[in-house]
């Protein structure tokens, strides 16, 4: 369990900060910027979690608990023998993504055209943490150009996207109430 008895150590200060290791890095890091952008897709979908109800609020509460352990996984590099195993993401929360983007696609419209991010204000916030979240999976891959990291890292975070895409057609009326894209229209 943790234990935060202070919020501020002092310890970055001087720009680096700590990895789940013990390893300082500059907070600049391609690590920093991919766990950091972990974080920022949480706290979009925390925004679009107060606009959501029932099973779309409760998995959303769980994919933030995932996103936790995704930035716990990319905040500590592979190593071996570690004295104590780091947590690391696993295929089974993975398919939990695959299980829910399968269910809430088997009522949705089929799509004849691109969406604009909008809709509802809860498909809306959907569509702008999508968007973090394909940010968050861009640094991955070049973090993952680097340096060792868990693939089944990458493996959520593009499927996260896929799911927020989704959520945002099912909030937008199962895709009744999505605004489409029209080529061209405004020239």
């Known amino acids: 369990m943790v234990k935060l008895n202070r919020i501020y150590t002092r310890t970055g200060d001087k720009g680096d900060t700590g990895l789940g290791d013990g390893s300082r890095v500059a907070k600049h890091d391609r690590r920093v910027e991919a766990f950091g952008t972990v ?20 998995m959303l509460a769980t994919v933030q608990n995932d996103l936790f352990d995704v930035g716990a996984d990319l905040c500590t590099p592979e190593q071996e023998d570690p004295t104590y195993p780091p947590l690391r993401v696993t295929a089974t929360q993975v398919e939990f993504l695959e299980r829910q983007i399968d269910a809430m696609n088997a009522d949705l419209a089929s799509l004849r055209s ?18 973090v979240a394909r940010r968050a999976e861009r640094l991955v891959t070049l973090l993952m150009i680097e340096q060792p990291v868990n693939p089944e890292v990458l493996r959520y975070m593009n499927r996260l996207s896929d799911l927020l895409f989704v959520a945002a057609r099912k909030a937008n009326d199962n895709g009744a109430g999505d605004v489409l894209w029209v080529p061209g229209a405004n020239r």
């Open 114 to 131: 691109f969406i604009l991010p909008g809709g509802t204000p809860l498909a809306a916030h959907l569509h702008l943490a999508r968007t």
């Open 39 to 58: 974080d920022e897709t949480n706290a979009t979908i925390g925004l679009a979690q107060l606009h959501a109800e029932g099973e779309l609020q409760q």
